[in-house]
Structures are given as structure tokens and as C-alpha cells.
């Protein structure tokens, strides 16, 4: 080798140090491209040094050096390929899990070490796995309905973060929907359950309005989760002015409670409720309203439902139910609903009250009317046996009032006989003795039988309106006093639980200047016994 060969030599190693100095001032001297750069300039600056030390000593030729700056490239290109082609592989294999979705992968934390871009791009990878767990592990957790779970967007334009929260938030959305429709339908369901529960229980007790109204209200306040209630029926006044709302039946604490209370429409919160026909729905109840008692003491409810029962525009009563809490919307819809039902039994139950009652009166008339039916034939059997009995008595009076005013016209002719005429009427028949005054003075034995008596004390004193009656005594004295004799026929009770149909004759007797100085009373009895 030349002397000028060798010193361009020695110049480009020079050069060559010179470069790679340079390089690692530049702001690329953290790229692999410096380390790539830097294994290939080592053996060239190793080469010429080699060659200005031997050309220093006398070595007239260079290409002996050759073979060992080949070997030292060697090595220089294996490092290079250690460098590049294993973190390349890792690359490989891990974009290859994540293509097939297998996010669950972790790289090598010794090829993420460095500053160089392939460490970079290492570096880059983990952290696009690690987020694509995150999302994975989030669409897990809201797949299970976890629609509360937390995500954090990686940045601004993380556009796959932002569709999976705008998923979880429609989902969120949809369960919410989900919720409402599902909790709409379950009192849906609440509501047609009671209104076949109530169904079944206005079909009972159709004849007897207290009985209906206490399973009723009873059930109401179960079924309604209140605390007490009370139900309230317009009574049947035929006027207004007249009309009340009658508690018919009232339950609290699983108890049924025994008050009567009547009030005037327009009376209170109840009476208004009537007159407007409205519901009335309040949750700040006036003190001193209504309490609620328990064991443990009073207390005033949080809510009051008062609702008119009424059907076609007619009101048959009020109920009202108490509570601790507020009712929801849907039971106040339902009690609405069921008020409709009890108002129209109510009105079909009052009119089987009255139905019953005009059937049980009319059954009572025409009992009676055939008693009285019966009773009228059996009369007008008497009747006929007692008018031929009438008959024959009656020929008989007259035979004996002709015999009478035969021998008294005989003994007012002859005084003297008088007292013989007299005598034998006395003895002869049923006879009663008055004074002037009307007060009985003596009574023959006829008489006494007539009346099982053996005393004639039980009847001397008594006036004649004691014997005969005050009616029948004015209208007797009256004729009597004219010297007119005086007949009628009397139902006289003659014995303990015996009573007969008798005739009875008054006759005046006067003194000669006609002053009315005694009568006697004659008695035709057995016509008829009763």
C-alpha cells in the first residue's frame, strides 16, 4: 500500500469517528438508527486504527487487516440483528393474538426497555392491549347488567370508549325503560286483583248493608296497606233536610271498631266529598282531624282518601281511609275504580232491602187478610146464628113486654097490685135494680147467676154507667127520665175470660104524677159466646 492509500484511510476512519461523534450530538442519537449506525462505524474505526498503527510501524500492505475487520463486522451484524429481529418477532405474535381477539396477552417488559422507537412501539402495544382489556372487561361487566360500572376515556378521540359508554347508557336507558313498564305492569296486575278480589266480595251479603260494608272497608284497608277507614252509606229520608251519612262499618289495626256517627252533607271533609262528588286526596292533615290509636298511643296519619261512592252520576255514600304514608297514583286510581262497584251494589243491595221488606209486609197483609178472612166468615156464621137467635129472642121480649104492659096497664088501674106486678117482674126475670139517682139498689138471683156471683154487695152502689157504660147510661137516662124505656146490646163480660152478647131492657117505673121514682134493668143474655 501507498503511502497516500494509507493516509486517505487513516483520514476516512478519522472521518468515521468524527461522524459518529457527531451523530450522538444530533437529536436522533436515541433512534435505533444511531445504535445500527454505531455497530457499523466500530469495525471501520477499529480498521483504520489498526491500519495507522501498522503503517507507522513499516507494514508496507493493508489487506492482511482485512480478515479482522470482517469479523468484527460479523459481529457487528449479529448484534444489529438482536437488536431488531426479536423484539420484531415479539411484535409479530402478539398483533397476531390481539387480530384473532385475544386481548388477554401481555408483552415482555425487557423488549419495552430502551428509547428507542421499537421499545416505542412496544411500549404502544401494551398500552393498546391493557385498554382493549378495559373495554373487554367493561362490556363483560355490563353483558352481566352491571350498567354502573365505571370506563375511562383513554383520550378525546377515543372513539371506541366513547361507544361502548353511549351502549351502556342506552342500555342504562332501556333498563330504565324496562323498570317503569315492568313496575306499570305490576300494578296493572295489582289493580285487576283487587278488582276481582272486590268483585267477589260485593257478590256476598246482598240482603244485609252493615255486614257488606264492614268486609268492604275491612279488605279496603288491607288490601290499600292503610292504616284505618271508615265507610259512610246515605240513609233513606224522604226529605233533604232529613238526609245523613251513616258510618256503617269502620276498621283499624286489624280490628274492626264498633262507632256510630251520622253526618249532614256538607259536614266536614266527608260531607263535602258528598256534595262535590270529587275525590279528595290530602297529605297535610289538620291537626285534631282524625287520629290513629294504638297500643302505643295516638297519632295523626300522614294521608287522607276521602272518595264519593257513586255510579250514573248518583252518590250512595263516602269512604275514607287513613294512612302513615302518602298512597301512590295507581291506588288512588284503583280506589276510584272500585268506589263505582260499591256504589252500584250498594244501590242494588238497598233496593233487596226494600224489595225484602215490602215482600215480607205484603206477606204479613195477606196473612192477616185471610185471618181477617177467616175471622169475617166465622162472624158472619155468628152473625147468622145470633140474628135467628135475635129473632126468637126478640118475639120473646116482645111476648114478655106485652105481658109487662098488660099487667102494669092492669095494675095502674088497680094500685092495690102494684106492688104484686112489680114483685114478679123482679123475680121472674133477670132483673137490676136502679134508684132515682141511678145507683143500684138491688138485684135479684138471676142476676148473681148470670154474673157467678153470690153476693149482691158486689153490685148494690154502683152506678148504672159502671154496669152499662158511660155512653150507653147518657143515652139511657136520657129516655128514662122522659118515661121512655130504653134497649140496646152489649158485649158484657159476666166471668174471668168470659164475655156474651146480652140485651139489655130499661124500663122507668113513675109514681102517679109520673116522677120517675126507680128503673129496672132487664138482661136477655147466652146469644152468643166469645
Not at 462505524?41 to 479482522?68: D, M, Q, R, S
Not at 402478539?94 to 423488549?111: N, P, R
Request: aromatic fraction near 8%; include cysteine; charged fraction near 25%.
Amino acid at each position: 500500500m501507498s503511502d497516500t492509500t494509507m493516509v486517505i484511510t487513516i483520514l476516512a476512519g478519522v472521518a468515521a469517528g468524527v461522524l459518529a461523534v457527531g451523530i450522538q450530538k444530533l437529536k436522533y442519537r436515541n433512534s435505533i438508527v444511531f445504535n445500527i449506525a454505531a455497530i457499523v462505524v466500530f469495525p471501520i474505526v477499529v480498521g483504520c486504527a489498526t491500519g495507522l498503527i501498522i503503517g507507522v510501524k513499516g507494514v508496507h500492505h493493508f489487506w492482511w487487516a482485512a480478515p479482522f475487520v470482517i469479523g468484527i463486522t460479523t459481529v457487528g451484524l449479529e448484534i444489529i440483528g438482536s437488536m431488531i429481529k426479536k423484539p420484531l418477532k415479539e411484535m409479530e405474535k402478539m398483533v397476531k393474538f390481539m387480530s384473532q381477539g385475544d386481548v388477554a396477552v401481555s408483552f415482555d417488559a425487557k423488549f419495552q426497555k430502551g428509547k428507542h422507537e421499537l421499545a416505542g412501539m412496544m411500549r404502544l402495544l401494551a398500552q393498546l392491549t391493557q385498554s382493549l382489556q378495559k373495554v373487554a372487561t367493561f362490556a363483560d361487566n355490563v353483558g352481566k347488567g352491571d350498567l354502573n360500572t365505571e370506563y375511562t376515556l383513554l383520550g378525546d378521540n377515543d372513539s371506541l370508549g366513547k361507544s361502548m359508554l353511549e351502549m351502556r347508557q342506552s342500555l342504562q336507558h332501556a333498563e330504565k325503560e324496562h323498570v317503569i313498564r315492568a313496575k306499570e305492569e305490576e300494578h296493572r296486575n295489582w289493580g285487576t286483583a283487587g278488582l276481582a278480589k272486590f268483585a267477589e266480595i260485593l257478590r256476598k251479603d246482598n240482603n244485609d248493608l252493615e255486614a257488606l260494608s264492614y268486609n268492604i272497608i275491612n279488605n279496603m284497608v288491607k288490601y290499600l296497606d292503610a292504616n284505618q277507614g271508615g265507610i259512610f252509606v246515605l240513609n233513606d229520608a224522604e226529605h233533604e233536610d232529613e238526609q245523613l251519612l251513616e258510618m256503617k262499618a269502620c276498621y283499624a289495626f286489624d280490628r274492626r271498631k264498633f262507632a256510630e256517627k251520622q253526618i249532614h252533607p256538607g259536614e266536614g271533609l266527608v260531607g263535602a266529598c258528598y256534595v262535590e262528588g270529587e275525590t279528595i286526596y290530602l297529605t297535610e292533615v289538620p291537626n285534631q282531624y282524625i287520629s290513629i290509636g294504638s297500643g302505643l298511643g295516638d297519632a295523626n296519619p300522614r294521608a287522607i282518601l276521602i272518595s264519593p261512592l257513586k255510579v250514573n252520576d248518583v252518590i250512595y255514600g263516602v269512604i275514607e281511609l287513613a294512612s302513615f304514608r302518602e298512597f301512590e297514583p295507581y291506588q288512588l286510581e284503583f280506589v276510584q275504580k272500585v268506589s263505582e262497584s260499591i256504589a252500584s251494589t250498594i244501590s242494588t243491595v238497598k233496593v233487596n232491602i226494600r224489595t225484602n221488606r215490602l215482600l215480607e209486609q205484603t206477606k204479613l197483609q195477606a196473612e192477616e187478610m185471610a185471618n181477617q178472612e177467616e175471622e169475617l166468615r166465622q162472624n158472619m156464621e155468628e152473625m147468622q146464628a145470633t140474628q135467628e137467635e135475635m129473632r126468637r129472642r126478640e118475639f120473646e121480649l116482645q111476648e114478655t113486654m106485652a105481658k109487662m104492659r098488660k099487667v102494669q096497664e092492669i095494675a095502674e088501674e088497680k094500685d092495690h097490685g102494684m106492688q104484686q106486678f112489680y114483685r114478679m117482674i123482679f123475680e121472674s126475670n133477670n132483673v137490676v135494680e136502679f134508684s132515682s139517682e141511678g145507683v143500684i139498689t138491688d138485684v135479684n138471683p138471676n142476676i148473681l147467676h148470670m154474673f157467678n156471683s153470690k153476693d149482691k154487695n158486689e153490685f148494690i152502689g154502683k152506678r148504672m154507667a159502671a154496669f152499662i157504660g158511660e155512653e150507653a147510661y147518657k143515652m139511657a137516662w136520657a129516655n128514662l127520665t122522659r118515661g121512655e124505656y130504653y134497649e140496646d146490646v152489649q158485649n158484657v163480660t159476666t166471668a174471668p175470660g168470659i164475655t156474651k152478647l146480652v140485651r139489655q131492657k130499661c124500663m122507668p117505673i113513675c109514681d102517679k104524677q109520673g116522677k120517675l121514682t126507680k128503673v129496672l134493668l132487664l138482661a136477655f143474655h147466652e146469644y152468643n159466646e166469645l
